[in-house]
């Protein structure tokens, strides 16, 4: 299935013994195929808190999602480690489920490898994989220049796109520039999706579009139809939004975003800590001002969940 538009990555919902939730995952999935109606799920990531997941917990997060999506959109699979070996060893246990991409970060532990190391990382794991690869490029310290990016995306087999993060447009604006025709370039600049679309991304994967799904559609089909008017007060109601999630614990404070709007996603993973109630009151009133809690009051386990 073609990955475009708006792909929320997932929450992983804990339970309170730290397992998954495996009801609340199934709930979300089915929500956001088909009530909210995005245009695929990426699980695993960043905001699944992907990075601490074992890899058995991996692959039962990511066939729960391909299960309940059945075919109605594309499933990404999140990688996040720290040598090619594990890497691989991720993907190879992914290899039999219907996952249309694997998302994977360079190394995130406190070095960098050499431009040529990170080549050779992303073709070794496109090699071995079963599915096509995406670069999340959002760790800092081993950030891909656009040039990288762009010889990556033309040099190696199997390597399919880009996810672009970091909030920094200007290099979003340069990947576009360069190699838009060479692969998917899915902008995670959360606080600017807007001109993120304006400018020619083929969609997004940002934590914003898991908070609020129906507002980040609705940009989406507005740059669009090029009713920019419209697509700027939708920015105008998404950003505050993003504004109240940012943090260290965003994972945490996205699960808050979703329990205020009736949709319980557990708890966050040791050591991140829940949402201050600073956090959540900043939250609570971006959502109402955007009118997303107009209709949508939190349910009775939301409720329990935020004073946990």
């Excluded at 699979?77 to 489920?97: F, M, N, Y």
């Excluded at 010889?151 to 200007?170: F, T």
């Excluded at 807007?194 to 089909?221: K, Q, R």
Aim: glycine letters at 6%.
């Amino acid at each position: 299935m073609k990955i475009h538009g708006i792909v929320p990555p997932m929450v992983t919902p804990f339970a309170a013994d730290e397992s998954v939730d495996e009801a609340l995952l199934r709930a979300e999935v089915e929500h956001l195929i088909s009530s909210a109606g995005v245009h695929g799920l990426a699980v695993g990531g960043s905001t699944g808190e992907g990075h601490a997941l074992t890899t058995a917990e991996l692959r039962q997060v990511v066939a729960i999602a391909c299960e309940v999506a059945a075919g109605r959109a594309p499933v990404i699979a999140g990688i996040i480690v720290d040598s090619t070996r594990q890497a691989i060893e991720k993907a190879q246990a992914l290899a039999d489920l219907d996952v249309a991409a694997l998302q994977v970060t360079p190394v995130h532990y406190l070095f960098r490898p050499t431009d040529e190391m990170m080549f050779n990382h992303f073709a070794k794991l496109a090699e071995s994989a079963a599915q096509p690869v995406m670069i999340y490029n959002v760790v800092p310290w081993t950030y891909c220049s656009p040039a990288l990016l762009d010889r990556m995306l033309r040099e190696i087999d199997g390597l399919i796109g880009v996810k672009q993060s970091a909030g920094d447009l200007k290099l979003l604006a340069d990947l576009l520039m360069t190699s838009a025709d060479a692969g998917l370039i899915m902008s995670a600049v959360d606080a600017l999706m807007y001109p993120s679309f304006a400018l020619g991304a083929h969609g997004a994967i940002a934590a914003i579009l898991t908070a609020v799904p129906e507002l980040c559609l609705e940009l989406w089909h507005q740059v669009q139809a090029g009713d920019h008017s419209a697509a700027h007060a939708t920015h105008l109601k998404l950003l505050p939004i993003y504004n109240a999630l940012e943090g260290d614990n965003m994972p945490a404070n996205v699960k808050t975003a979703l329990a205020l709007q009736g949709r319980p996603a557990g708890m966050p993973r040791m050591p991140m800590p829940e949402s201050s109630a600073e956090q959540r009151a900043a939250i609570e009133r971006a959502l109402l001002n955007a009118g997303m809690l107009s209709g949508a009051q939190p349910s009775p386990i939301a409720i329990n969940e935020l004073s946990q």
